[in-house]
T-cell receptor
């Protein structure tokens, strides 16, 4: 167990639907990152939150949104789902901004299948 | 051209062989990470490097900042080392500081 908890582990849903992925960071970590891993695009950075505030945005679609709550857990909301959204979604956390002493801790991922 | 390039994309070895995976990047970075992903998906961080060399067990990682190149070596490879190894670089400033940019991964298979 890495200390980063992602739920659910697997999700199967239909096109057009909306889902919420949840991430609880490692205890004490303030930053949460979301990544998408698909077969054709590999791993891509989606978005980062630090202590409740959005810090950086990557290749995140407008249909996707995220937030980090006061207890530091984060949710990634995916709406109007398309077949191409099928992927592994990873969450990672770090203590502050990753500095020279700190790295990332990854969760085990949520596998989303859109049918 | 991708900002992070790994080679080889696929690597097959016999147990006991010395393995090298290479990573080249084209952007300024604050650190480079080597990640391991086993079938089933979970990602484990192996090393974080900003200079020099690190060793953990049979794994060695090196980085040359001037040449923008890093290598991951596995000595005395074992079938349990079979996994995807991913190089990722962390941005060097501003809002890119925290985000990782990933290589496409190297699929390593070690046969007994």
């Amino acid at each position: 167990d890495s200390g980063v908890t992602q739920t659910p582990k697997h999700l199967i849903t239909a096109t057009g639907q909306r889902v919420t992925l949840r991430c609880s960071p490692r205890s004490g970590d303030l930053s949460v990152y979301w990544y998408q891993q698909s077969l054709d695009q590999g791993l891509q950075f989606l978005i980062q939150y630090y202590n409740g505030e959005e810090r950086a945005k990557g290749n995140i679609l407008e249909r996707f949104s995220a937030q980090q709550f006061p207890d530091l857990h984060s949710e990634l909301n995916l709406s109007s789902l398309e077949l191409g959204d099928s992927a592994l979604y990873f969450c990672a956390s770090s203590p502050l901004f990753p500095g020279r002493r700190y790295g990332y801790t990854f969760g085990s991922g949520t596998r989303l299948t859109v049918v | 051209k991708n900002e992070v390039e790994q080679s080889p994309q696929n690597l097959t070895a016999q147990e006991g062989e010395f393995i090298t995976i290479n990573c080249s990047y084209s952007v300024g970075i604050s650190a480079l990470h080597w990640l391991q992903q086993h079938p089933g998906g979970g990602i484990v961080s192996l090393f974080m490097l900003s200079s020099g060399k690190k060793k953990h067990g049979r794994l060695i990682a090196t980085i040359n900042i001037q040449e923008k190149h890093s290598s991951l070596h596995i000595t005395a490879s074992h079938p349990r080392d079979s996994a995807v190894y991913i190089c990722a670089v962390r941005g060097s400033g501003g809002t890119s500081y925290g985000k990782l940019t990933f290589g496409q991964g190297t699929i390593l298979t070690v046969h007994p």
